[in-house]
């Protein structure tokens, strides 16, 4: 194969030995038949009222895409609908009150059961306060919440009047908070006292208490009391607490209100390459229908299942996985609040063994921790209740799918390996666990009806192998609409690069850079900055952390550039390994000839640190940046995002003492 595009690369990306799904859990699966793919070609748009079909509408769409504007798309114009009646009312209706809908586990070991009538319950008490509060339809509320079951009623609550939310994630600094609530005009607050980190009681009304300051207008706070006497603390003017809210309002119902199917549901704030965070939009009726159509076909949701997506709400897997997707289709939801090695690291299985957990969604860095644990943890419980896991995130390469498969799957599981975005709203990229075989390292073909191309800089579709840019050639019922602080933003980001307007053509990129095999499979390489370019050849970090990955005994693997001061760059790479061994020679020497071997001489890292940790965002995603900081021994930039700025003096020394 020619390596025409200058990526380095000649040869399709490795993936490991492929595995069909069980005959058992096809004859279950939500969905099958293969046709299903063919169905949706032939009938596109319209083969996306199979999923609008799965909510109920308060009037029905005039189309299924209206695309005059493009790229403002237009999904299920004319429709009206109320995600929080989708959510919760309906499944009242269709007898299935008494039916768990949220189980939470708290940090403490705490546990509490909503089933979905005491979610009805809470929601429309909540609902009821806030409109008192003053919110209004279209008003942005701003949730700074953890994971507790406050956080999934307040959305619902918000969603049922009709007021937008934009949820911050609880780790987030006072910074962060007041520039999204200013970016947003957000004039409502709902936040807690405080929280468990680790058994000690955190202060979280501190830090919006100091966003506020921070801001340009007036906020009005409802405060959840999480910690009681463990934290005392002081309503000020314009605050109010939910339980006491809640009891003021006891018993109230108020009517959802009917939004446009293009209303904007949520806000969500995902970090730009350049610039402020970005105001990702998503509306009611296309996210609603994509995120419950793709929790039937892509994770297998059935009402009477126990699902467990264990990232947090903060963050579009949580709103798209724990709240919207599985409650729309009326199944039980698992909420964690803690971390996976709290109290100690059997912790998750313990939870799966407990509540018969049927499928479990999480993301790489996850599982690779729990590969560098070892497999004791989850064999002290009994996981054959688990019928399918996931992955989302970031790219897995083989070991750790494998090892997912076998240590937490019983070797039998399919798994599905989702590729999305915050801006995709939900899942775009997988396989069809009743349909595909699965190939490891790979995350699977486009979803039916959704038309992945991988291009070169002209916008050409690369062949089959070859690396390019990861873009979307048709809109899908999911996208993001816009960004918060302008259409102009929205069209630069997403939609420039590779569409031609004069032609209205139209092919929405996606930052990252990928390859597709033969079958149609996908393997993401990384985000376009994710790209080090040795003697003119464009290598994917990705690729080579992927190689690195591979050796035994290595866990995790970040590489980034370093500049050789005249006009070379040479490759850094930083390596954890599992606890079992130190960073020995061999190691050191398996790695390089593994890299050698997959991707060539040229690849060598001509560095190799070895850390007991990487620098890592809240969100899970190697921190490359500061890495590569530190590589070249630049002052470094800002690292309030990350969620273990210990490290980063640990690895400066050991790069020090090279
Ligand atoms: O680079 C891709 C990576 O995560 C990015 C999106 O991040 P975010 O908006 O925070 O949403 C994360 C959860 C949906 C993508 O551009 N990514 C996500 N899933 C995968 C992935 N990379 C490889 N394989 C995946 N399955």
Request: hydrophobic share 35%.
């Amino acid at each position: 194969m020619v390596d025409r595009n200058g990526w380095g690369r000649d040869r399709p990306a490795p993936t490991g030995a492929p595995h069909s799904p069980p005959a058992s859990f096809v004859e279950q699966a939500n969905v099958s038949d293969a046709d299903v793919y063919a169905a949706f070609e032939d009938d596109w748009p319209d083969c996306w009222e199979r999923a609008a079909a799965l909510l109920s509408w308060d009037e029905a769409y005039d189309t299924v895409l209206e695309d005059d504007d493009a790229p403002f798309y237009r999904w299920f114009p004319g429709g009206k609908l109320n995600a929080s009646y989708n959510c919760v009312d309906r499944h009242l209706e269709s007898g299935r009150k008494t039916h768990a809908a949220i189980r939470w586990e708290g940090k403490q070991g705490e546990r509490e059961t909503y089933t979905y009538r005491d979610l009805y319950v809470a929601v429309n008490e909540f609902a009821a306060a806030l409109r008192d509060l003053g919110v209004e339809a279209d008003d942005v509320v701003t949730i700074y919440l953890p994971m507790i079951p406050e956080l999934p009623i307040a959305m619902l609550a918000c969603a049922r009047i009709g007021a937008p939310h934009s949820v911050v994630f609880a780790g987030l600094s006072a910074d962060a908070l007041a520039t999204r609530m200013n970016s947003a005009d957000s004039e409502y607050l709902i936040t807690c006292d405080g929280y468990y980190r680790r058994g000690d009681a955190f202060n979280q009304k501190s830090k919006a208490d100091n966003a506020c300051l921070a801001l340009e207008h007036d906020v009005r706070t409802v405060v959840v009391d999480r910690l009681g006497d463990e934290l005392p603390h002081v309503l000020g003017d314009d605050e109010w607490e939910y339980h006491a809210l809640r009891e003021a309002f006891a018993g109230e119902t108020v009517a959802p209100v009917s939004r446009d199917a293009e209303d904007m549901l949520f806000l969500m704030y995902t970090s730009g390459t350049t610039g402020d965070p970005k105001g990702v939009v998503h509306t009611t009726g296309g996210y609603l229908a994509h995120v419950a159509w793709t929790s039937h076909a892509v994770l297998d949701v059935k009402p009477e299942d126990t699902y467990w997506c264990a990232a947090d709400i903060g963050w579009i897997t949580g709103h798209s996985y724990i709240v919207y997707g599985p409650l729309s289709l009326g199944t039980t939801t698992v909420m964690y609040e803690g971390t996976p090695d709290y109290p100690d690291r059997d912790r998750l299985w313990e939870i799966v063994d407990r509540n018969a957990v049927d499928i479990f969604y999480t993301a790489p860095t996850a599982i690779r921790a729990f590969m560098k644990w070892g497999p004791e943890y989850p064999e002290r419980y009994d996981l054959s209740s688990l019928r399918l896991l996931g992955t989302v995130g970031e790219p897995i390469s083989p070991r750790p799918w494998n090892w997912y498969r076998e240590h937490i799957g019983g070797g039998e599981c399919p798994i599905v390996d989702t590729w999305w975005q915050t801006e995709t709203g939900a899942v775009t990229i997988s396989t069809l666990p009743g349909v595909d075989d699965m190939k490891p390292g790979a995350a699977g073909p486009g979803l039916p009806g959704i038309d992945v191309q991988v291009v070169d800089e002209t916008g050409k579709e690369v062949d089959p192998g070859e690396a390019g840019y990861l873009t979307i050639a048709r809109p899908w019922p999911g996208m993001a609409r816009t960004l918060y602080d302008g259409d102009e933003r929205y069209r630069t980001e997403y939609w420039t690069r590779f569409s031609d307007p004069d032609a209205d053509e139209w092919r929405y990129f996606s930052g990252d850079t990928a390859c597709i095999d033969e079958d149609g499979y996908v393997t993401v390489l990384g985000r376009v900055d994710d790209v080090i370019d040795v003697s003119g050849r464009r290598l994917s970090t990705m690729e080579i952390e992927s190689a690195i990955t591979d050796v035994d005994g290595v866990v995790e693997a970040a590489v980034v550039g370093r500049s050789d001061g005249r006009t070379g760059t040479d490759i850094y790479a930083y390596v954890s390994t599992d606890g079992n061994r130190d960073a020995t020679d061999g190691v050191r020497t398996a790695i390089v000839d593994n890299v050698e071997t997959t991707i060539g001489p040229i690849a060598t890292p001509t560095e190799i640190v070895f850390t007991p940790e990487l620098p890592k965002t809240r969100s899970g995603k190697i921190m490359r940046r500061l890495l590569a900081d530190i590589a070249n021994d630049e002052e470094l930039g800002d690292t309030s995002a990350l969620r273990n700025p210990e490290i980063v003096g640990e690895i400066q020394t050991e790069s020090g003492d090279r």
